[in-house]
């Protein structure tokens, strides 16, 4: 895959794709190339220069829309968004200061479940203070940096989420469907900078990744294929993903925000950690230190319709730490997501830091 590939030469890589997986492509994707003209008056002309580097690329305009027919998500991209941004990326990751903050302290400082805390060698358990669901809780690593996990950490972190769920469903039996989340720092929705990840286990799975199972079983039924591997498949013959350890790694093109990424794998062992590591890597390395982690895993008891179900692990960027302008709007929320980054760019940063020891 050549490095300067973006998404304008998505539909003639697709056209070159062989016969059968141009027809997993379109039987998932719908892309629509269209152009959007403007006059610039010549008041604005130095400020559109300065700004976006050419006058050509901001009279004519190429944005590729992309929709997923599974799922309808969708993903409109147009690289010069990327450059309306007034404010200079940050170059240099956060430092905090090392105050102490409550979850420095979780003992005094953090609500205990009913069945106690689970402590590990870097791992504290606490109960929500303010739930969203009847089990919701924080898996709190003791480090407060969260952009400073090690592997070792993040492992610890995740085991005793695992551990979490199993003591639940030892409380509460009907509790069956486990979700981790991670937001990262502010931009994420995160009240706290301490490192900490959230865990929930409710009865009933939640509406998205029930939304999900359906339209995976609809393809089944449709196309008698496997949804998530099609999905996968696609994108590898892309450029945009590889296997990882059994973990089916990929840069989604209907991503929800900023350089998704896609992963899952029906093994729950240290290679899905490992990999998610090494994602947060690459987005450190381009400069992307607030991000959203979402972590579905398969129902802790057989449930009817999910017995294919992966663990599925999204993470994505959500914007500059000094950027006051939220990251989504309208669109996202109620329509289609708007993408600047260029995932061919993203998977190759990816795959290099996969490739590392
Ligand atoms: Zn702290």
Excluded at 83 to 100: I, M, S, V
């Amino acid at each position: 895959m050549k490095l300067n590939m973006d998404m304008v030469m998505l539909p003639k890589l697709v056209k070159k794709l062989p016969k059968k997986d141009k027809k997993i492509f379109h039987r998932i994707f719908e892309v629509e190339v269209v152009v959007g003209r403007l006059k610039i008056p010549p008041t604005l002309k130095s400020f559109a220069k300065e700004r976006f580097g050419s006058l050509k690329a901001v009279k004519k305009q190429t944005i590729v829309k992309v929709v997923n027919k599974v799922t309808f998500e969708g993903a409109f991209y147009n690289q010069l968004r990327a450059l309306r941004t007034a404010k200079k990326q940050e170059t240099q990751p956060p430092t905090f200061t090392e105050e102490k903050c409550m979850l420095c302290n979780p003992k005094n400082q953090t609500a205990e479940d009913v069945f106690g805390r689970i402590e590990s060698a870097y791992t504290t358990t606490a109960a929500n203070i303010a739930k969203y669901d009847g089990w919701h809780s924080l898996i709190i690593p003791r480090k407060h940096n969260p952009l400073k996990l090690s592997l070792k950490e993040l492992l610890d972190g995740f085991k005793t989420a695992v551990q979490w769920f199993k003591r639940v469903n030892r409380e509460d039996s009907r509790a069956v469907f486990p979700y981790l989340i991670w937001n990262c720092l502010w931009r994420a929705g995160a009240s706290q900078n301490h490192s900490h990840f959230q865990v929930m286990m409710s009865r009933k799975p939640y509406p998205k990744p029930e939304y999900l199972r359906l339209c995976m079983e609809r393809y089944r039924e449709t196309y008698g294929s496997n949804y998530l591997q099609d999905l996968y498949h696609i994108h590898r013959v892309l450029g945009l993903g590889l296997t990882y350890g059994g973990v089916k790694v990929f840069v989604y093109l209907t991503p929800i925000k900023e350089k998704e990424v896609f992963m899952f794998t029906h093994n729950w062992n240290r290679n899905l950690p490992k990999v998610i590591h090494k994602v947060l890597e690459a987005y450190k390395s381009l400069n992307v230190y607030s991000f959203n982690l979402s972590m579905v895993f398969p129902p802790a008891k057989k449930v009817n319709g999910w017995d294919d179900f992966p663990y599925i692990v999204r993470i994505v960027d959500r914007g500059l730490l000094n950027q006051n302008v939220s990251d989504i709007g309208a669109m996202e929320l109620y329509a289609s997501s708007i993408i600047a980054s260029n995932p061919f760019n993203i998977a190759e940063r990816i795959k290099g830091f996969l490739a590392s020891p």
